[in-house]
């Protein structure tokens, strides 16, 4: 339960602080004294969104801190989770600082919004007057059922599977959308691969094919040169090699003579081996035109074709082409895998839909188990509070397409009078109505939650009269389970309070704050007078204040 608070610069509040206790505590004071200040600062510290203009004095820090005692919540779970100190004290604090920027701490650590909302959810329910309209909303018909059925870590499970398969059919989606992209691409890649294989591109040399083509352009020259050269070199006792060889044997009778001219055979040596080798190259390349001569055609249009290649892929050499080769490659066979990607989805989507089809059914079955408790715990409620000819009930019904949140169809009806037909509530129920039955769900909900404290701003706002005093007793009835702190303008509701705080105004440094103080028996007569009459000192309003005191 909450045991502390503490704000510090917040709107009108300068400092203040406000210890709570066990049971029921009401909060009263005169329009625009700072009740709802003091909500929006807790609210903050809870993990909404921090609004700046709040901040009036920019100069210091803006800090709430609240204080909760989780003796009995057993919360451990979560504070290991978040690696946070446990303590059966916790202190939650928000920070906001000069610069507009905010942090949030448990227990001394920073952490995350998300992760302080996750706390914060599990400790207090704030219920405001706007509040009322949830239970215009059919998913909170299914929060009542799922309470009071302890379907929670069935919904938890389902919502966990339900996610997984949104994600599996939007992986689908994407899937098809890429496969159809494929199929219309498909002939066209295919062709194009075609093109690449009749070209045997991986074995092509383009510098070879062009040196052959050259060859070509000029070959009978070629031929004419390399012969006649042929010729000079090996032409019998004429030829360049058999002179050399005559040079060589006679120097070679002297090497001994001379080192000079042993020097000069070995250098005739080695011209006589590099010509031989000159002319095997020159014999090599005779013989490779004379068995070319008649691909040469051939060879031109396989280089017409990697021209053509090139320019309608705009490259320019063979291991580009080779590259988009790979690629389209790549894509042809993505289409075959990507039809086995998507049937391996759709089984999975398949499986996962049966799967969750009955967990669905389980939760709603659980959920029509208790409609009828609900329902008479419901206009129990209502008659305490005034609504002797209304009654409330819930229709269910299923659908065949698994939602979010199962199976289920939910509407509550009501009707205020005997007879009558029952409509939807959100059709026909007045905003005093709609008050009451909401603090009916609250109470039915505050014996099977484990929340630890309720706040309810106004939530009264429209009732007047005896019915007032049934609320308030109703609230009353409420902490004997939990924690209650109700804001009010109501004297019947204020008075059943175990404790009374008053907010107020008053001036300090020449400025207006807002303060709160708790009240003493005698003041508590006073301020619920004030609230009946507008006058504290009427004694008629008096002696009807401790009347409701006591």
């Excluded at 929060?143 to 938890?156: E, P």
């Excluded at 019904?397 to 009558?420: A, Y």
């Excluded at 009264?460 to 804001?487: P, R, Y």
Aim: glycine letters at 4%; proline letters at 0%; charged letters at 30%.
């Amino acid at each position: 339960m909450l045991t502390k608070l503490k704000i510090n610069n917040y709107a009108l509040i300068d400092s203040l602080e406000i210890s709570f206790n066990k049971g029921m505590t009401s909060i009263t004071g005169e329009t625009g004294a700072g009740k709802s200040i003091i909500l929006g600062g807790l609210s903050m510290v809870l993990g909404s969104r921090v609004d700046n203009s709040k901040i009036i004095n920019k100069d210091k820090k803006c800090f709430v801190e609240a204080s909760f005692d989780l003796t009995e919540m057993y919360l451990k779970n979560y504070f290991v989770k978040n690696d946070l100190d446990y303590d059966d004290t916790t202190i939650i604090r928000r920070e906001v600082n000069q610069n507009g920027k905010s942090r949030a701490f448990i227990n001394d650590t920073p952490v995350k919004l998300d992760q302080l909302s996750e706390l914060t959810n599990n400790l207090i329910d704030v219920h405001s007057q706007f509040n009322n309209l949830d239970i215009l909303d059919s998913n909170f018909i299914f929060l009542i059922l799922d309470s009071l059925s302890k379907n929670q870590d069935k919904i938890k499970e389902y919502s966990r599977n339900f996610k997984l398969l949104k994600v599996l059919e939007k992986e689908l989606n994407d899937k098809k959308i890429l496969r159809d992209k494929l199929n219309s691409d498909l002939d066209y890649n295919k062709f194009l691969h075609d093109e690449f294989n009749d070209l045997e591109i991986n074995n092509i040399n383009q510098e070879e094919l062009q040196d052959k083509i050259k060859e070509a352009d000029d070959l009978d020259q070629i031929k004419d040169v390399l012969s006649i050269t042929m010729g000079h070199l090996d032409s019998g006792e004429v030829g360049v090699l058999n002179k050399l060889q005559d040079i060589s044997r006679n120097l070679n009778k002297l090497s001994n003579s001379s080192e000079r001219i042993n020097l000069l055979c070995k250098r005739i040596q080695s011209i006589i081996q590099e010509l031989n080798i000159i002319s095997s190259d020159i014999e090599l390349i005779l013989s490779d035109i004379d068995n070319n001569e008649e691909n040469i055609d051939d060879l031109r249009s396989m280089q017409d074709k990697i021209y053509s290649l090139q320019n309608k892929h705009r490259v320019n050499t063979i291991e580009e082409l080779l590259r988009i080769k790979n690629d389209i490659e790549f894509k042809i066979s993505t289409q075959n895998d990507i039809d086995n990607d998507v049937l391996k989805i759709e089984k999975s989507i398949s499986s996962l839909i049966l799967n969750l089809k009955a967990e669905a059914l389980k939760i709603h079955n659980k959920r029509r188990s208790v409609i009828n408790d609900f329902e008479k715990l419901m206009n129990k409620n209502l008659i305490e509070l005034g609504m002797e000819k209304s009654n409330v009930k819930i229709e269910l019904s299923e659908t065949e397409i698994i939602q979010k949140n199962g199976i289920s169809i939910g509407k509550l009806l009501f009707r205020s009078n005997k007879g009558s037909r029952y409509c939807e509530l959100k059709d026909i129920a007045s905003g005093g109505e709609i008050s009451r039955i909401m603090l009916s769900v609250k109470t039915i909900l505050s014996k099977y939650t484990k929340l630890a404290s309720i706040i309810f701003d106004e939530i009264d706002t429209g009732i007047s009269g005896s019915v007032s005093s049934k609320v308030g007793e109703l609230m009353k009835f409420m902490a004997q389970n939990m924690q209650v702190i109700v804001i009010t303008h109501i004297a019947q509701v204020a008075s059943k309070g175990n404790f009374h705080f008053k907010v107020f105004k008053r001036e300090h440094n020449d400025k207006v704050i807002t303060d709160i103080k708790l009240l003493s028996d005698k003041e508590r007569v006073n301020e619920i007078a004030e609230m009946l009459s507008g006058d504290r000192s009427n004694k008629s309003a008096n002696e009807l204040a401790s009347e409701l005191l006591n």
